[in-house]
């Protein structure tokens, strides 16, 4: 029962964490079969931040069982997160609160972003790491942005 409940309470957090969008990739491994091993370049918006968007470069293991879904990809990651407008708080944030989370195996093991916000220095702060249910890795990138006025581009 413990665990159904564990499970409702996943999926309906789900819908608030932000989702992906492909800008691009390039492959690093060729495979005589299924996909090539490459990295991926995902943008996403912070849900609750307007006037951010986290860049995401990550490995995606190819291969017959990268085809399937089976694989597991590495754990290296690296982050970009940018102002891209106006900085507006949509609602009360919360330190090392998850704004991204992707399954990067079958079952074990998620890559996740966090935020956190810096009140001393005026900046957010995002991480992204992955995790294993049993195991852990301690790789991570960090990047972090200062939140200032915005001025839009002058017209040419």
């Not at 918006?45 to 069982?65: N, Q, W």
């Not at 249910?133 to 002058?154: D, F, R």
């Amino acid at each position: 029962m413990r665990i159904m409940k564990g499970l409702l309470a996943a999926l309906l957090v789900l819908p608030a964490l932000a989702s992906a969008e492909e800008i691009g990739q390039v492959s690093t491994v060729f495979k005589f079969v299924g996909p090539n091993d490459r990295i991926v370049v995902e943008a996403f918006d912070d849900p609750k931040v307007e006037g951010v968007t986290c860049y995401l470069s990550r490995a995606k293991t190819g291969g017959l069982k990268g085809g399937l879904g089976l694989a597991e990809d590495r754990a290296e990651a690296s982050i970009a997160c940018r102002q891209v407008g106006t900085i507006h708080f949509r609602e009360e944030l919360k330190d090392g609160e998850e704004v991204f989370k992707e399954r990067t195996s079958l079952v074990f093991k998620t890559m996740q972003v966090v935020r956190f916000l810096d009140k001393k220095r005026n900046t957010l702060v995002y991480l992204v790491y992955s995790d294993r249910v049993i195991e852990g890795s301690p790789q991570n990138a960090v990047t972090a942005i200062p939140i200032l006025p915005w001025a839009p581009a002058p017209a040419p």
